[in-house]
């Protein structure tokens, strides 16, 4: 049974970090791109960060430069670290594994940036 946990969300001040962690089970995690979606109240999903099997990374413009995204193997975890939060980043985060015809998601982790 697969299954990604998602934590790490919480309440935060604007200018304040935190770091969401995802950790996977029930795949060979080192195959799969890992993703990072958010999504805002009446908003469509979207996707924030992402991470290859190999390590390459990319971002969506609107957190370059605040966010990094970045994995590790050896535990089946993913990270998102998000510096200078904004609250325009309040949302609920989702964790997204992918490889070739698998996909799966978490149950997602609110993260709510206060002004």
């Known amino acids: 049974q697969v299954q990604l946990v998602e934590s790490g969300g919480g309440l935060v001040q604007a200018g304040g970090s935190l770091r969401l962690s995802c950790a996977a089970s029930?795949?060979?995690?080192?195959?799969?791109?890992m993703k990072w979606y958010r999504q805002a109240p009446g908003k469509q999903r979207e996707l924030v960060a992402l991470i290859t099997s190999d390590g390459s990374t990319d971002y969506t413009k609107s957190v370059e430069g605040r966010f990094t995204i970045s994995r590790d193997n050896a535990k089946n975890t993913v990270y998102l670290q998000m510096n200078s939060l904004i609250p325009e980043d309040t949302a609920v985060y989702y964790c997204?594994?992918?490889?070739?015809?698998?996909?799966?998601w978490g149950q997602g982790t609110q993260v709510t940036v206060s002004s």
């Open positions: 029930g795949i060979i995690f080192s195959v799969y791109r």
């Open positions: 997204n594994a992918g490889y070739r015809n698998s996909d799966y």
